[in-house]
């Protein structure tokens, strides 16, 4: 219960991150897309350093979360993040949810939850080396890689949805470096002697860049499902890999692919929800 709690609390802290930072990013210049001048920038954003602090929040609440509970458990808490966000959308933006984003967010939350539950992904008790890291870590570097030609090649909400997935990829590796860095550091003296520390700061790092560019190339509506959506299903494929963990399939596939089919369907209606349309146009014409 412990870790429930501490992964609830991070969760709220990631969706208010997500509103602060999407808040100061819609106002950055266009030509400041995939340039470190777009960081110098959104610095000067009280906003943005506010969605920073949040975000550290919730790296702290879900490191703590992982100290008394595995990544499979952890990891798909997190999906409530995407309705909390919506709510602190309502209130930073002050844009008034109707029945159809309610229903859009329901739709989509039941269907990430049917996933993660018809997977049930259990812990497992791997301790991955090295050689497993190596492997994990040029996967990514690979999979990121692929998402930014996709994105280049695509224009608004696309691209930015495309960047979200990239970034949920990003944090969700972040989460498997940071369950292992949970197990290495064994007290405070070993803290900077522990490469998985390093290794969890870089990728939280370029993790947090991608996140941007996502943020400044379309609205929060086309960026948050699929960040949401990335991280604990990626997070799923770096337990079972890294960890161990086991998932159900078989025919438990069936309800998986019917879960997704309501992720999509759930995030179709949310991009056409009016209210959100309407704080589309408006971060458009900022």
Same mark, same amino acid.
């Given at each position: 219960?412990?870790?429930?709690?501490?992964?609830?609390?991070?969760?709220?802290?990631?969706?208010?991150?997500?509103?602060?930072?999407?808040?100061?990013?819609?106002?950055?210049?266009?030509?400041?897309?995939?340039? /470190?001048?777009?960081?110098?920038?959104?610095?000067? *954003?009280?906003?943005?350093?506010?969605?920073?602090?949040?975000?550290? #929040?919730?790296?702290?609440?879900?490191?703590? %979360?992982?100290?008394?509970?595995?990544?499979? /458990?952890?990891?798909?808490?997190?999906?409530? $993040?995407?309705? /909390?966000?919506?709510?602190?959308?309502? *209130?930073?933006?002050?844009?008034?949810?109707?029945?159809?984003?309610? &229903?859009?967010?329901?739709?989509?939350? %039941?269907?990430?939850?049917?996933?993660?539950?018809?997977?049930?992904?259990? $812990?497992?008790?791997?301790?991955?080396? *090295?050689?497993?890291?190596?492997?994990?870590?040029?996967?990514?570097?690979? &999979?990121?890689?692929?998402?930014?030609?996709?994105?280049?090649?695509?224009?608004?909400?696309?691209?930015?949805?495309?960047?979200?997935?990239?970034?949920?990829?990003?944090?969700?590796?972040?989460?498997?470096?940071?369950?292992?860095?949970?197990?290495?550091?064994?007290?405070?003296?070993?803290?900077?002697?522990?490469?998985?520390?390093?290794?969890?700061?870089? %990728?939280?790092?370029?993790?947090?860049?991608?996140? @941007?560019?996502?943020?400044?190339?379309?609205?929060?509506?086309?960026? @948050?499902?699929?960040?949401?959506?990335?991280?604990?299903?990626?997070?799923?494929?770096?337990?079972?890999?890294?960890?161990? $963990?086991?998932?159900?399939?078989?025919?438990?596939?069936?309800? $998986?692919?019917?879960?997704?089919?309501?992720?999509?369907?759930?995030?179709?209606?949310?991009?056409?929800?009016?209210?959100?349309? *309407?704080?589309?146009?408006?971060?458009? #014409?900022?």
């Amino acid at each position: 219960m412990i870790a429930v709690a501490l992964a609830v609390l991070a969760a709220a802290s990631n969706a208010l991150a997500s509103v602060l930072q999407r808040r100061a990013a819609r106002t950055a210049p266009a030509g400041q897309a995939f340039r /470190l001048g777009l960081i110098a920038y959104l610095m000067h *954003r009280p906003a943005w350093l506010g969605g920073i602090a949040a975000l550290i #929040g919730g790296f702290a609440f879900q490191a703590a %979360a992982l100290m008394f509970g595995g990544l499979s /458990l952890v990891q798909p808490i997190l999906v409530v $993040e995407l309705p /909390l966000t919506m709510v602190f959308i309502g *209130r930073v933006f002050r844009v008034r949810l109707d029945r159809r984003s309610w &229903l859009a967010v329901g739709v989509l939350t %039941a269907g990430l939850a049917m996933l993660l539950l018809g997977a049930r992904p259990s $812990e497992g008790h791997q301790i991955p080396g *090295r050689a497993m890291w190596a492997v994990a870590t040029l996967v990514t570097l690979g &999979l990121v890689a692929l998402l930014l030609t996709a994105a280049r090649l695509a224009t608004g909400a696309g691209r930015a949805a495309i960047l979200g997935v990239a970034a949920g990829l990003g944090f969700s590796f972040t989460a498997a470096l940071m369950k292992q860095a949970v197990r290495d550091v064994e007290h405070p003296a070993t803290l900077l002697t522990t490469w998985t520390v390093y290794a969890m700061i870089l %990728a939280g790092l370029v993790s947090l860049f991608l996140l @941007q560019n996502a943020f400044q190339s379309g609205s929060l509506v086309a960026v @948050q499902p699929a960040l949401t959506v990335a991280d604990p299903v990626a997070s799923i494929g770096y337990g079972v890999g890294l960890f161990g $963990e086991t998932i159900r399939l078989g025919a438990w596939s069936v309800l $998986e692919i019917f879960a997704i089919g309501l992720i999509v369907y759930g995030s179709t209606l949310l991009a056409q929800s009016p209210p959100f349309r *309407r704080h589309k146009v408006m971060a458009a #014409g900022t």
